[in-house]
């Protein structure tokens, strides 16, 4: 039995979904769950030449003999899932996911989608209402999965809930000096008026309800049966470690935790030690504002994003790209004990004439080996690169990790001797034959 957590170590957009697609098919795996975060995720994953794009639904999805499991740490905007379920089963069929949705996940609802539009710019966030429906949360504003299930008690909660909204709408339009021309195109009412609300989000609540293969419950309980049963469970991160709300580089964060502790508030399981595996790019990019030590902003930096395609998932906004900083790999390790590392996208960095590697930086005179989410510091850190040698063709054609070029087998060996985590994944390309196993 092995309980595995595959986890984002960068700022997000590592290529988790292929890794958990490629491990939820081994057969102890008997649940693949998500444990934090919303539609702000967008997890891709390539089988049989069809692209699906998942961002509440879990990677493990595709395969058939598992029971995808949403936690309660995770946020869920009803239309968003609804359109996912039915989405999936136009293309695969749903005899295909079994779906279970913890009682104690919030809603996102439109009014959250609305007052992050007009407040989350200065973060840049992907406008999906993360951070409103997490604030609701903790505020004990949120409205469950839970309180879905009862016609009667979601009017009433969403009644309650709209009164409360158009105060806290009008004083966001008035701090962020909204002009009215901009007030229209937020579509203000549709988002506030609850008549319209409840007409947009009943149907898709009941569509997910009414689905044979979805049921709701106490996910907490159901994943202590699993696994006192002997059977082994996949958790799946979303965003990654630099993007925790307590441990990435805050402000500039999404507001669920990424890390390894979120596996065990976000689901309700013990906290037995679990196996951490760490997706790490084989560069690093981020989307949105904050601090990018080794961000490339030059012909290379857009070279890198052509190459990989580095474009947002869920908002198409293009990444920013920079060489592989290990300190934010020793940062990762340490926050969230990493067992093992998958690096992807290698095959991205082929055909550079030389590669850079930020491998410490110099803060005030001293020599840090570990990234620092200090804003301060990292204003006046210097980074110190090691140069590699580049290689040259076509990765994605290896068979095993001997068919790499040997300059693409030393940049591994390098990642893995200064981490001091072993490499035992390395993705070449987006196909699912395209993951060399070590
Ligand atoms: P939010 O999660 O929409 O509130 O956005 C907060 C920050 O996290 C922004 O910088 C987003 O670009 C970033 N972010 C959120 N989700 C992802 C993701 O799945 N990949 C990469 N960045 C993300």
Known sequence: MTNLVILGTQ?????????????????????????????????????????????????????????????????????????????????????????????????????????????????????????????????????RWADTGDRERFRRRLEEE?????????????????STGDRNELQIDDALNVDRVWSRCWPDVQAIRGNPAVRSGDAGAFLEDLRSGGASILFEGAQATLLDIAHGTYPFVTSSHPTLGGVYVGTGIRPDPLQVLGVAKAYTTRVGAGPFPTELDDELG??????????????????????????????????????????????????????????????????????????GELSRAEVQYTDLPGWAGDLGKAKSYLDLPNAARAYIQFI??????????????????QLLRR
């Open 416 to 433: 893995e001797d200064e981490v001091k985590v072993p490499v035992t994944m390395v993705s070449t390309g987006p196909g699912r034959e």
């Open 302 to 375: 857009e070279h890198i994003r052509q190459a990989g395609h580095e474009y947002g998932t869920t908002t198409g906004r293009p990444r920013r790209c920079g060489w592989l900083d290990l300190t934010i790999l020793r940062y990762a390790r340490r926050v969230n004990g990493l067992n093992e590392l998958a690096l992807t996208k290698l095959d991205v960095l082929s055909n550079l004439p030389a590669l850079r590697v930020a491998s410490a930086y110099r803060i005030d005179g001293q020599l840090r080996s570990e990234f620092t989410v200090d804003e």
């Open 162 to 178: 709209a009164d409360w909204n158009r105060y806290q709408v009008a004083a966001l339009l008035d701090f962020y000096r909204v």
């Open 11 to 143: 700022w997000g957009d590592e290529g988790k979904g292929k890794i958990v697609d490629a491990l939820a098919g081994e057969s102890h795996f008997k649940a693949v769950v998500r444990y934090q975060g919303g539609n702000n995720a967008g997890h891709t994953v390539v089988a049989g030449g069809e692209t699906h794009a998942f961002h509440l639904l879990p990677s493990g999805v595709l395969h058939a003999d598992k029971t995808c499991v949403i936690g309660n740490g995770v946020v869920i905007d009803p239309h968003v899932l609804a359109q996912e379920l039915s989405r999936l089963e136009d293309r695969v069929g749903l005899a295909h996911a079994r779906l279970l949705i913890s009682d104690k996940a919030h809603l996102i609802l439109p009014w959250h989608v609305l007052r992050d539009r007009i407040s989350g710019e200065r973060i840049g966030t992907t406008g999906r209402g993360i951070g409103p429906a997490y604030g609701d949360y903790v505020t004990r504003r949120g409205i």
